[in-house]
């Protein structure tokens, strides 16, 4: 795949997103590469958010809000699709410059890479222990990965977002698109199946968006839950796909992180921080001991342990 006129297709779930959807899509419209298409899979949210999307000519797709998955609404979007390269967005990134979208589809169209992700960087406002976990995952230097790396990289390799990220549709629907049913990171069980197949995945630091988050501590909580529940579903990963020691290093990066920078009334708050994330992802490894009524409690996506699997 190569050339200027590659067809773009974006794909953004919705859930009131109205604060966000309009800056979104008016920046989409403007790339130096315009997208072919933006669809918008909301689910049925109580705000303006369709009809913003609607009259800032997007397609539209109105779901119940109990029906949405992360993996099998953005397949859902990919089967409406018509462009070559399919970007899946979230509603609350912002792309940094106008060739973010270039950027990111680039080693796609060069060969180089099946699938591809965009650097997120901190908003302004951003809390230090945040601001240090953007800079963390998402480093300023670009770098291909296949499954080659895995004994240097290990859960590293599989790392990938759909918050900005891009994959070649031939690629996409051969590898029979995202994972149903799982209760986040279909991100990065795609990442994993289509390295397992062989192919290669881009990270584009070149590719920016504006993208960062400031979780309660109880919100942080049930997010280290999900996450351990999903890395509980990781079944046919390859050995030495652990996330040991990750954790340990994320910890002692942070920590360094703040105290270099004189953010000492920070450390209180995230050494708790760190003990309730790593506990929460513990339970959630183990997530089969725990009763049904516990999971919902415990689990920022609720709505997944009412749906039969």
Not at 108 to 130: C, F, M, N, V
């Amino acid at each position: 795949m190569s050339g200027s006129d590659v067809s773009v297709s974006v794909v953004i779930p919705t859930w009131r997103g109205a604060e966000h959807i309009s800056l979104l899509l008016q920046s989409l419209w403007r790339q130096t590469l315009c997208p072919a298409e933006v669809i918008v899979i909301d689910s049925s949210s109580t705000d303006d958010t369709a009809s913003i999307a609607a009259e800032a000519g997007c397609t539209v797709e109105v779901i119940p809000k109990a029906a949405f998955d992360h993996g099998a609404t953005r397949n859902l979007a990919a089967r409406m699709a018509r462009g070559e390269i399919l970007v899946f967005m979230t509603q609350d990134a912002a792309p940094a410059g106008a060739d973010f979208l270039e950027r990111l589809v680039q080693p796609i169209q060069q060969g180089k890479a099946s699938a591809a992700y965009a650097r997120q960087l901190p908003h302004p406002d951003t809390p230090p222990p945040e601001a240090f976990a953007r800079g963390f995952n998402y480093p300023a230097g670009s770098h291909l990965k296949s499954l080659a790396d895995l004994p240097r990289l290990r859960i590293k390799t599989f790392f990938f977002s759909n918050v900005a990220s891009a994959i070649d549709r031939e690629v996409f629907e051969q590898l029979g698109g995202f994972p149903e049913h799982v209760i986040m990171n279909e991100d990065m069980h795609f990442a994993a199946k289509l390295l397992m197949s062989g192919r290669k995945i881009a990270y584009q630091a070149e590719a920016k968006v504006f993208h960062s988050h400031d979780y309660r501590l109880g919100q942080q909580f049930k997010r280290n839950f999900d996450i351990g529940v999903s890395m509980a579903q990781a079944r046919g990963w390859p050995r030495g796909a652990s996330a040991g020691g990750e954790g340990v290093r994320f910890a002692l990066g942070q920590l360094g992180f703040l105290l270099s920078r004189g953010h000492w009334r920070w450390v209180p708050r995230t050494l708790v921080e760190l003990g309730l994330k790593h506990t929460a992802f513990q339970l959630g490894r183990q997530e089969r001991w725990l009763p049904l009524g516990l999971k919902r409690v415990l689990s920022l996506h609720r709505q997944y342990w009412d749906t039969p699997r």
